[in-house]
Structure formats: structure tokens, C-alpha cells
């Protein structure tokens, strides 16, 4: 009986570190639109309408504030939802934090690496204003699935009955996301692109595809 009582006791201090990064994250985001209120307005139309890449296109934006506070919560949501399909393929513990801080800070050093290289050869290759262009429309649609996702890993947090089917459907949708989120990309930058299709071609296989194979890779195999 006192065992148990112990036990349950440090699942719920195991719990509270992910209540606490749920929470951060919600006022993150009540700030943020509190600040930027028309801006988080026309961004939260974006599944709908393209007016806010049309506004906030300039490559000025992709670091301003509205964006950098997001990019935080993205790599928190992220972070927990890798975590969380890896519990539920018996991979890892979803009460592990310490697994936490090593995803999220492998997420957050793979994606600014590859936003350094994507910068020396966009520099490079002279397409620089298409690359970065390219990254703030990532990094737009990105924030908005990582924002819709955010409430889904609180489900998936605190219910323990949650059907692998669940899980699959999930990572196929995120998918298919990031799918739309390249192809309307290509249409929007296609006359450009067209005019350096080799280099686009390269960038592609090389920071794109590449990767994204590796870590599938070595998670897998881990």
C-alpha cells in the first residue's frame, strides 16, 4: 500500500515538468498575441488564406519576435511528439525529461545547422532571396502545424489508452503537411526556381531529404 502511495507520488512529480512546459508554452502564445494582435490574426488564417505570407514575406521577418517566440514553442511541441511516438513504439518513458532536453536540444541544433549550411550555399550558388524566402514560409507553416499539435500532445500526454492506430494516422497527417507545405512553396517560387533548377534540385536532395533520411535512420536502428 505505502509502496503504491510512493509510487504514484512520483508520477505526479514526474508529470508536473511537462504541466509546466505546457503551460509556459499557452503563455507564450497569450503574449505573443497580445503584442502582435492583427499579426496573430492573419496568421491564424494561414491554413485558409495566403494573406499573411503576402504581408510578412520580407526575410527581415523570419527573426523578428513574433517568429522567434513561436520557433520556441515549436521546438518544445516538437520535441514532444517525438518523444511521445517513441513511447508509444516502447522506445522510451513519456515521464523521461531528461530525454526531453536531449530531443529538444537535438532539434534545435539540427535546424539552425542546417540553416547555416542552407546559407553558405544559397550564398554560394546566388539564390540567396529565394532560400531565405523558402525558410520564413517553412518556418510560417511549421509554427502553425506546431501550434495545432501542441493540444494533441496534451491528450496523448495525460491519456495512457491511446491506439497505435492514433499514432499512425497522426505522423501521416504531419506528413502529408509538410508535403503541402513544400509543393505550395514550389508553386509560389516556381518562375524563379525554374531558372535555377539544378541548384534547386541539389538543395532539395542535399538539406531536404538527405537529413531528415539520416535521423529516420538512426532512430530506427538506434
Do not use: H
Not at 503551460?23 to 495566403?50: G, M, P, Q, W, Y
Not at 494533441?152 to 503541402?180: D, G, H, K, Q, R
Amino acid at each position: 500500500m505505502i509502496d503504491d502511495l510512493i509510487g504514484q507520488e512520483r508520477i505526479v512529480a514526474n508529470k508536473d515538468w511537462a504541466t509546466l512546459l505546457f503551460v509556459l508554452c499557452f503563455v507564450v502564445i497569450v503574449i505573443t498575441k497580445a503584442a502582435f494582435e492583427n499579426r496573430f490574426s492573419d496568421f491564424s488564417k494561414l491554413i485558409v488564406s495566403d494573406k499573411y505570407n503576402k504581408i510578412y514575406k520580407e526575410s527581415s521577418q523570419l527573426f523578428s519576435w513574433f517568429n522567434i517566440s513561436f520557433i520556441f514553442v515549436q521546438f518544445i511541441s516538437i520535441s514532444f511528439f517525438i518523444q511521445l511516438v517513441l513511447v508509444y513504439f516502447g522506445y522510451a518513458s513519456k515521464y523521461d525529461w531528461v530525454l526531453f532536453i536531449q530531443l529538444i536540444t537535438f532539434s534545435s541544433v539540427f535546424v539552425f545547422s542546417k540553416y547555416l549550411i542552407e546559407k553558405i550555399i544559397a550564398v554560394a550558388f546566388d539564390f540567396e532571396d529565394l532560400i531565405d524566402q523558402y525558410n520564413l514560409q517553412k518556418v510560417n507553416y511549421r509554427t502553425y502545424i506546431s501550434l495545432c499539435l501542441l493540444p494533441v500532445n496534451m491528450f496523448l500526454y495525460y491519456e495512457n489508452n491511446i491506439s497505435i492506430t492514433v499514432i499512425y494516422t497522426l505522423i501521416a497527417l504531419l506528413l502529408l503537411a509538410n508535403v503541402f507545405t513544400y509543393l505550395n512553396s514550389l508553386k509560389i517560387y516556381q518562375k524563379f526556381i525554374i531558372g535555377k533548377l539544378f541548384y534547386f534540385i541539389l538543395y532539395l536532395c542535399t538539406l531536404e531529404i538527405v537529413p531528415y533520411y539520416f535521423v529516420y535512420y538512426w532512430f530506427t536502428k538506434k
